[in-house]
């Protein structure tokens, strides 16, 4: 299923198992995946079974994982949305880019075209995140896109052996409608194709 959202330098589409060796590029660096409970990737099996995964994951409406790829650069990194509740019309987003697109606005745009997806496609009604409270560049970023901090989940995350607090954020629809993300990209969105129904919270 062909699925796109497109913005002025860069897109995000539906990943492919052929996406899998530029995955292991972006994310072979320990620094991108330090606060993650996977990686660095060291071997192409890695990144393809992550690729392979999705589709089932799509298909049950658990998350769908989203290609960051730049128009003239290629893949940047993944961003998506999961811990889906149509019921209460509320997800989470997640993210991480290879660190040549850190601080070049591809976090920004990305982050305006998902905030797109959730609310004008998907019909969300609350768009989260998490981020750890030690990964000041996370929160900062979260922050900048115009996600409110709401406080301190303690014990949330199991990280190896490890329980550990993050730091929740949310941003609500009516929020969404009048910030200054969602006016900075005003028109400059478009989009591709439907995204996969699982997702998307009846009218
Ligand atoms: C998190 C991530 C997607 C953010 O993208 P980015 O392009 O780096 O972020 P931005 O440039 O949009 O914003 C970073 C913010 O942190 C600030 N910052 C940068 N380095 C920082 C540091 N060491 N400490 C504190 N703040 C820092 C920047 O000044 C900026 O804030 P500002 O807009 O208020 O100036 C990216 O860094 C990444 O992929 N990191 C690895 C994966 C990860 O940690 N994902 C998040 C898991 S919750």
Request: net charge negative; aromatic share 10%; hydrophobic share 40%.
């Amino acid at each position: 299923m062909s699925f796109e959202l497109r913005g002025p330098t860069l897109s995000l589409r539906i990943p492919t198992e052929d996406d899998a060796e530029a995955l292991l590029g972006l994310a072979s660096d320990p620094e991108v995946t330090r606060w993650f409970s996977w990686g660095p990737y060291t071997d192409v099996a890695q990144p393809r079974r992550f690729l392979v995964g999705l589709e089932d994951e799509r298909l049950r409406g658990e998350k769908l994982d989203l290609l960051a790829v730049h128009h003239e650069r290629g893949p940047a990194g993944i961003t998506g949305l999961y811990e889906f509740s149509v019921r209460d019309r509320r997800c989470v987003c997640g993210t991480w880019f290879g660190r040549e697109f850190w601080g070049t606005g591809a976090n920004r745009e990305s982050k305006a075209l998902l905030q797109h997806l959730a609310f004008a496609e998907l019909g969300m009604h609350r768009f989260g995140s998490y981020s750890n409270p030690l990964n000041e560049r996370s929160t900062r970023a979260l922050i900048g896109v115009g996600l409110r901090h709401e406080g301190v989940l303690r014990g949330y995350h199991r990280h190896g052996d490890h329980h550990l607090d993050v730091n929740i954020f949310g941003l609500l629809r009516a929020e969404w409608e009048s910030s200054a993300l969602r006016a900075e990209f005003a028109g400059a969105i478009s989009v591709v194709g439907s995204p996969p129904p699982t997702f998307v919270a009846d009218p």
